[in-house]
């Protein structure tokens, strides 16, 4: 049986920019900045990081190319080692690196949820995981229940993700134009710049971009592969490698880096700067 070949270089494009924006750039941007210590590094890490997603995306460009099957690095493995580790490789996927990674997700979605109701204070571990297990059980039965669903249901979120994103960057870069530079000035300045804080920092920037081979796992799909995958890979990454660079000018267009690591919801606090407001609150001391 072989697959339909309906996606062209836009619909790649979009689904790599699609896939890797999520909640990593919305929870490592503090990761990040811890191990750097600095606005200027950290700023360089998540461009190093764009450029090693971009390189590892075209090594898997190479082999998409060379291997036009679907089903990301499962047929890559079956051609270059035999079924065992291929079929081993797919079941640690399935049972231990994909649901870890959704499971960090939702943790997230459950952190920024509760952000506003715990103004100045970190929200019970139970309230975030009971809620974290809620998205993880509505998200599952909503796929479980139909296709049409769950795929009307991601583009919404898709979306609304992306608007996001750009109000963000908008936001910022006016507040920017308007002379707010001060979190810019002697950004060096205190770097840590040892090689156990690049490694951690690069570690923790690479999670914003994992999704970077996903393309790969419909290649079947794709008109023509042998251009539009590797094209799509080269325009879709260095894309969300700008958009997650001026995200975080427009994190320290607000915020001071001492703010930026002791907020717990980094894009909530990052919004509460750009739309003016003071200081919410406090809930945690009723």
């Known amino acids: 049986m072989s697959l339909q070949k309906e996606l062209g270089l836009f619909s790649g494009t979009c689904i790599i920019v699609g896939t890797i924006i999520g909640s990593g750039i919305f929870i490592s941007p503090k990761s990040v900045l811890s191990n750097m210590e600095a606005v200027g590094p950290c700023l360089i890490i998540w461009a190093m990081c764009g ?70 204070c970190s929200p019970p571990q139970v309230v975030i995981k009971t809620l974290a297990a809620a998205a993880i059980l509505l998200i599952s039965t909503v796929n479980a229940l139909s296709v049409r669903l769950g795929s009307y249901v991601q583009n919404v979120f898709t979306a609304a993700k992306m608007v996001i994103v750009v109000i963000i960057i908008i936001s910022g870069l006016v507040l920017l134009a308007q002379g707010n530079t001060r979190n810019f000035e002697n950004s060096f300045e205190g770097a ?95």
């Open 51 to 120: 450029v090693l997603a971009t390189l590892g995306a075209l090594c898997f460009a190479e082999l998409g190319t060379m291997i036009t099957k679907s089903g990301g690095e499962y047929p890559y493995l079956m051609e270059a080692f035999g079924p065992i580790p291929a079929y081993l490789f797919s079941w640690s996927s399935l049972f231990v690196i994909k649901p870890s990674s959704f499971a960090i997700i939702c943790l997230s979605f459950s952190e920024y949820v509760c952000a506003p109701f715990y103004s100045g």
């Open 192 to 286: 840590s710049l040892s090689v156990g804080s690049i490694s951690l920092a690069l570690y923790n920037g690479l999670w914003a971009y994992d999704g970077w081979n996903q393309l790969n796992y419909i290649t079947e799909e794709l008109r023509n592969p042998f251009r539009n995958l590797p094209l799509a890979i080269i325009i879709g990454i260095p894309l969300v490698t700008g958009c997650y660079i001026l995200m975080n000018v427009s994190y320290f267009t607000v915020m001071t880096a001492t703010e930026l690591l002791q907020s717990q919801a980094v894009a909530v606090v990052s919004a509460q700067g750009l739309c003016g407001r003071g200081q919410a609150r406090d809930t945690c001391s009723s």
